[in-house]
Each structure stands twice: as structure tokens, then as C-alpha cells.
């Protein structure tokens, strides 16, 4: 069964230093999403992305973060200079058109963030 | 803002009991209301409701929205140790893409 995958699953890094965390959504969806879920607490929008653009984004995605699609596979979200705050597990989730009037986003399994 | 609230925070039953887990919400432009498993990483989709008083069902699974009272309940039927994960409840608007979900119900079901 087709599925979204995130890599790396963990990554620890130091505050201040630039983190890539990368998706590759199921092959014929259209709309990508990142959320992120710092431990304990609710699972928060940060973006989407749909015809290479961003489509919405939420206040926590500020300038330091950013999006990209860059090979028709991959979508990545990039963190330019991470805070303590930004440790959380972050989620990449797709769908297709057909899939928005459900409702239904499939999820990735997530890419746990540790800022040290 | 969008708010999603979901009670108990946690519940512990024993296998083969119903449960019953709640979620409110207050939402602008309300547009749905979905249900999502999370057993260890990856939320897994289980229903979506948009009309009020219309069960949805899959198997030992159901859920009902009320649009008047502005909520959801989800009913699990003779339990199983598989059933243990954390329910999330979340809403969706029109004119925007976002999913605001709830803290979430984290049920556990002992043998």
C-alpha cells in the first residue's frame, strides 16, 4: 500500500545550526502538508503546499522555515536556524483532490526533531 | 481562534467494554469533523462527518456529530487490546487547508 515516508526519523542537532527534514508524499497526490507535534501537546498546521507554491501557511511558520518541492518527489521542509522550541515530531501528510472532499490526509511516521 | 477539545484525556477499561470519547469544538466556517488514530507515530484516518445525526460506522467503530451542540463522540464496542492508542478529533474549515486537532484521548485497553 502506497504510503508517505519522512527521513530521517530522528535527528538531534545544536541550536542555531540548519535542519532539512524530508518527505516523499504518495506518488499521484497533489497536496502536501507539514504539521508538527511537540511531545505532550496537540498536533499544530504549519503549511501547505499545492502547484509548487505554498497554498496556507500558520503563524508558527515564520521566516525561519520554508518549503520545497525540489524534484517532482520530494518535499522538504527546511528550519534555518533552529530553536530549543523547535523540538517536536514533525508530520509530512499528502492527498489527492479526491481526498480533500473526504478529509482523509495520509500521514507520514514522522521526523523527530531534538534541539539541543 | 479555532478551538478543538477533546475529555477524557486519558481512559483505561478493561478488554471487551464500550467506551465512549467526546470531542467539542468551536471552529469558524465550519466545514468537518474528523477522527484519527495514533498507535505509535503516524495518525491513521477513521472517520470524516459533515452532516449532523448521521452515524458513521466501520466494524466496532462509530462515530455521530452534532452540529447544533458543536460536537462528536466516538463509540468503541467490545474492545481490544488493539484499540489502545490515542484518538485525535479534528476540524476542518471552509476556505482554508488546515486540520485544528485536539490534544487527544489516549485509551488503554488492559487484557
Known amino acids: 500500500e502506497p504510503e508517505v515516508t519522512q527521513t530521517p526519523s530522528h535527528q538531534v542537532t545544536q541550536m542555531g545550526q540548519e535542519v532539512i527534514l524530508r518527505c516523499v508524499p504518495i506518488s499521484n497526490h497533489l497536496y502536501f502538508y507539514w504539521y508538527r507535534q511537540i511531545l505532550g501537546q496537540k498536533v499544530e498546521f504549519l503549511v501547505s503546499f499545492y502547484n509548487n507554491e505554498i497554498s496556507e501557511k500558520s503563524e508558527i511558520f515564520d521566516d525561519q522555515f520554508s518549503v520545497e518541492r525540489p524534484d517532482g518527489s520530494n518535499f522538504t521542509l527546511k528550519i534555518r536556524s533552529t530553536k530549543l522550541e523547535d523540538s517536536a515530531m514533525y508530520f509530512c501528510?499528502?492527498?489527492?483532490?479526491?481526498?480533500?472532499?473526504?478529509?482523509?490526509?495520509?500521514f507520514g511516521e514522522g521526523s523527530r526533531l531534538t534541539v539541543l | 481562534e479555532d478551538k478543538v477539545v477533546q475529555s477524557p484525556l486519558s481512559l483505561v477499561v478493561h478488554e471487551g467494554d464500550t467506551v465512549t470519547l467526546n470531542c467539542s469544538y468551536e471552529?469558524?466556517?465550519?466545514?468537518?469533523l474528523l477522527w484519527y488514530k495514533q498507535e505509535k507515530k503516524a495518525p491513521t484516518f477513521l472517520f470524516m462527518l459533515?452532516?449532523?445525526?448521521i452515524e458513521k460506522k466501520s466494524g466496532r467503530l462509530s462515530s455521530i456529530l452534532d452540529k447544533k451542540e458543536l460536537f462528536s463522540i466516538l463509540n468503541i464496542t467490545a474492545t481490544q487490546t488493539g484499540d489502545s492508542a490515542v484518538y485525535l478529533c479534528?476540524?476542518?474549515?471552509?476556505?482554508?487547508?488546515?486540520?485544528?486537532f485536539g490534544t487527544g484521548t489516549r485509551l488503554t485497553i488492559i487484557p
Open positions: 501528510a499528502s492527498n489527492t483532490d479526491r481526498d480533500k472532499n473526504t478529509g482523509e490526509l495520509f
Open positions: 459533515t452532516s449532523s445525526g
Open positions: 479534528a476540524a476542518s474549515n471552509f476556505g482554508n487547508e488546515k486540520l485544528t
Open positions: 471552529v469558524t466556517n465550519f466545514r468537518s
